[in-house]
Each structure stands twice: as C-alpha cells, then as structure tokens.
C-alpha cells in the first residue's frame, strides 16, 4: 500500500496557507522587546497577589464554562449588561468564533489594508472571498469597505501596525450602511481618545472586541471580551469552547479591572512616552505616522533602509517590529516601552543614522 504523503491529510486550502506569524519572542539573551506591544508595566500588585492566593486545591475544577464572574465585571466597569458580554481566550480566540459562526465556504471576509494579517489567516481557514480594501495614504477609511453582501467586516481601531484611529462616527457609518456583522478589533483602544462601546445599542450587526493583554497588561493570561446585543452574543456562545477560559485568567481579570488605578496609572505614562517618542523620531528626520496605541509607527527612506535599522537595533538587543508586506516595507513599528528602553532605542537610532546615513 502506497504511504500519503503528510501533506495530503491536510485541506487544500491549508496546504496553500503560510499561516500567521507572530512577532518574535526570544527565549535567550536580554533583549529591549519592543515589537510586539506587550505592556513595558507589571500588572497591578493586587492581581499578583490574587494569582497566588489562586493556586489552590480548586485548580482540580473546571472553571465556570460561561465566566459569570467575569462578565458581571465587564458590564459593570463598561456600563453594559452581562447578557451582552462574552467571555473568550483573548480577543483572537473571539476573532475566531466570529468568523467561524458568521463565514462559510465561499463568503465575503472585508478589511482594510494594511491590517492585523491575522483576519487574513482565517479567512483563509473558513475558504472565504476576501475582498481587502486599501487604506487611503493617511490611512483614513475608503468607501469601497461598504460593500454589499459581506458576511462580515473587520476594522482594527486603532489600526495595527499603523496605530492611526477612524472616528467613531465613520465606524458608526460603516455599520449602518453594510448589511453584514461589523467586527471593530479595539485591543488598542485604552490608549486612544474615543471608543466605540456606544454605538453598540443602535447598531444590532456590530460586535466589538476588547483585550487585557494590552493597557491591563495581562497579554499572558490571554483574556478578552466580546460586547455585542443578546442575540449576537447568544450565537457566539453556541460555538466557543466549552471551557474556554482559565480559573486564573478569571481571577486575573476581575482582579485588574477592579483596579482601575494602576490601570490608569501605566496608561498615563505609556501615552506620555509615546508623545515623547513620536517628537524624538520626528528629529531624527523619520515621518512618523499619528498614533492612537502603544506603539507608533515610522516610514524610512526605503524597504533597505527599514530592514537594515531593524537588524542594526537587533544586532544590540533592541527588537522592533520589521512586517515585510506591501506597503509596508519601509516602515517600522516600535512599541512603546519604559523611558529608559525608548531612551536606549532613540541613541541606538541616532548612532545608525550617523553611520549608515540611511535615513
């Protein structure tokens, strides 16, 4: 008998995915990480502590299937009701039930282009028609992602990588012209001005996503919500997981979105930082893209030039984020870390400038 080749046990379409790459994530040496917008603060001292008190005998257990606790929290802190929250392994894993209860073989996935690539990838999964819309050059929102007959819409907003936000009142638009679900992506948006949480009751096709990872700085505990009317939510619970959140993610999670103070503490400092980067990368003669995230995003003087710092700041330990994609070539994305990292990566920057004269 003839043996398979690996590769034909797979669908199609999966043998033809190169399958999302995340950023980097060194397992030695000290590296100055500030490529893939990881919180530079400590989560609160009381989740710490809570985390400890946790490890305890009820880990035997399995966790509250539906995270009651947690949802309490959330509607609570964002003036919501618990029926329209879900509870998931990060704001990806929500991503992923999304798109697995609205898109089948053959239906329309909409996003703007550049993006989170990980809407690409499962689209990919599901065989869906992508019809990916270019941003315009300062990344504001084109008509053409109004298109007819889309099962569902992604928007990043913030946008990754280019940190740049679309006012609410376009998102609200947006929502009310399509006539398919409306996922707004906003892991970033504690660091921004506005949000979109309001338009939620007067859009019943707008479903929007929410993180810990970043401004909670719980990216290791993976946790995030989903905020959507009942009958959305109700659906999406059908095809999560049956236990798709840990014990001590829950006791993570309640415990940091009751304090709200270190919350706003290290978010005051990352946005007063990034201000100060955006200034000093503006002075070494980079053109710096307006960000409403913890990171900020800078166009170099070509795609050599990019990939070129980028490996330079690798070479000392500095790691930022190169994304070879079109459009993206000659751009790099830093997260913004602690004064002392962005002061260590704007000397370093300065030191490549003056000898490679690439800028």
């Known amino acids: 008998m003839e043996t398979k080749k690996q590769s034909n046990y797979f669908r199609k379409n999966i043998n033809k995915m190169r399958g999302y790459i995340p950023g980097e994530q060194p397992q030695d040496g000290v590296y100055i990480k500030l490529n893939t917008n990881e919180n530079p603060y400590s989560p609160s001292p009381k989740v710490l502590a809570a985390l400890k008190d946790a490890v305890n005998e009820k880990l035997r257990l399995y966790p509250d299937p539906s995270a009651t606790s947690v949802k309490e929290k959330v509607a609570k802190v964002f003036g919501t009701k ?10 990806d894993e929500l991503l992923t039930i999304a798109i697995r209860c609205f898109v089948g073989e053959g239906d329309v996935v909409v996003y703007p282009y550049p993006t989170y690539l990980l809407y690409k990838t499962l689209s990919e999964i599901q065989e869906a028609k992508t019809c990916i819309v270019d ?13 007819r007959g889309a099962a569902v819409t992604f928007i990043c907003n913030p946008n990754s990588p280019s940190g740049t936000m679309i006012p609410v009142d376009k998102i609200s638009n947006v929502a009310g012209k399509i006539d398919g679900i409306l996922v707004i992506d906003e892991a970033y948006v504690d660091f921004a001005n506005d949000n979109c949480l ?37 659906g999406l619970v059908k095809v999560k997981d049956s236990y798709n959140v840990d014990r001590l993610s829950m006791t993570a999670a309640i415990t940091a979105l009751d304090d709200q103070n270190t919350f706003r503490e290290n978010v005051t400092k990352i946005k007063k930082t990034r201000e100060r980067l955006i200034d000093s990368l503006k002075k070494l003669e980079f053109f710096v893209y307006p960000s409403q995230a913890n990171f900020v995003m800078i166009r170099c003087l070509d795609a050599l030039s990019a990939k070129g710092i980028y490996q330079r700041l690798k070479e000392q330990k500095i790691l930022i984020r190169y994304i070879e994609q079109p459009r993206l070539e000659d751009c790099l994305r830093i997260t913004v870390g602690t004064d002392e990292e962005i002061n260590a990566l704007l000397e370093k920057l300065a030191e490549i400038k003056n000898s490679l004269k690439i800028l």
Request: proline letters at 5%; a negative charge.
């Open 135 to 147: 941003y315009l050059e300062d990344y504001s929102l084109p008509e053409e992602i109004l298109v």
């Open 198 to 234: 309001r338009l939620v009751d007067n859009h019943p096709n707008l479903i929007v996503l929410r993180t810990l990872s970043k401004s909670y700085s719980l990216a290791g505990m993976r946790l995030g919500f989903a905020i959507a009317q009942e009958e959305l939510i109700d």
């Open 82 to 91: 618990p029926e329209r929250v879900m509870v998931g392994n990060g704001s």
